[in-house]
T-cell receptor, first 114, second 112 residues
Framework: SAVISQKPSRDICQRGTSLTIQCQVDSQVTMMFWYRQQPGQSLTLIAT?????????ESGFVIDKFPISRPNLTFSTLTVSNMSPEDSSIYLC???????????FGEGSRLTVL | KQEVTQIPAALSVPEGENLVLNCSFTDSAIYNLQWFRQDPGKGLTSLLL?????REQTSGRLNASLDKSSGRSTLYIAASQPGDSATYLCAVPRNYGQNFVFGPGTRLSVLP
């Protein structure tokens, strides 16, 4: 398994600003995933972050809006840029624990944009 | 494109009942299937992982089965408790490390 810490746990932001979410894992992992969960919806993958390479974004998500850093095997950040109320969601970091294909999640970062 | 559905969308039962949650997926070419629990406003907790070659997995009062050929999985919860109240999601990836497609979830309420 893996223990994942996310910061902030929640935040209220103004339209047009940007927020960076941090994800720290207690062990080295190859792949880290960032998901978005809009109110009342299920999870949608934003991007896959591999250490030492550019993140791979899913259809509908772009680097300018959701830049991702992956400086080492235990840490990643997701920035939500130029926020609008439509970006109000829970953002979740996840990892494959131990190479088994099993996903583990952080507690999520609940973002409200006014 | 993989699509995952879950039935029922919501379920309310009295404490002590045994219950079954259903997950269906359209593309049987999956690497594994995972069941999660999500409490309101929180992240996801992994409950059970079934590899594509397996038929079922058990953990305590939880039992999950997988029928890949028919595109179905069930999560059986025995002797339900109020603490089981949460949303239960299933998810499937096509291959190792690839995108997990999530179902919409079943919102469970267990009444004391």
């Amino acid at each position: 398994s893996a223990v994942i810490s996310q910061k902030p746990s929640r935040d209220i932001c103004q339209r047009g600003t940007s927020l960076t979410i941090q994800c720290q894992v207690d062990s080295q992992v190859t792949m880290m995933f960032w998901y978005r969960q809009q109110p009342g919806q299920s999870l949608t993958l934003i991007a896959t972050a591999n250490q030492g390479s550019e993140a791979t974004y899913e259809s509908g998500f772009v680097i300018d809006k959701f830049p991702i850093s992956r400086p080492n095997l235990t840490f990643s950040t997701l920035t939500v840029s130029n926020m609008s109320p439509e970006d109000s969601s829970i953002y979740l970091c996840s990892v494959d624990g131990g190479g088994t294909g099993e996903l583990f999640f952080g507690e999520g970062s609940r973002l409200t944009v006014l | 494109k993989q699509e995952v559905t879950q039935i029922p969308a919501a379920l309310s039962v009295p404490e002590g009942e045994n219950l079954v949650l259903n997950c269906s997926f359209t593309d049987s070419a999956i690497y594994n299937l995972q069941w999660f629990r999500q409490d309101p406003g929180k992240g996801l907790t992994s409950l059970l992982l079934i590899q594509s070659s397996q038929r079922e997995q058990t953990s305590g009062r939880l039992n999950a089965s997988l029928d890949k050929s028919s595109g179905r999985s069930t999560l059986y919860i025995a002797a339900s408790q109020p603490g089981d109240s949460a949303t239960y999601l299933c998810a499937v990836p096509r291959n190792y490390g690839q995108n997990f497609v999530f179902g919409p979830g079943t919102r469970l309420s267990v009444l004391p």
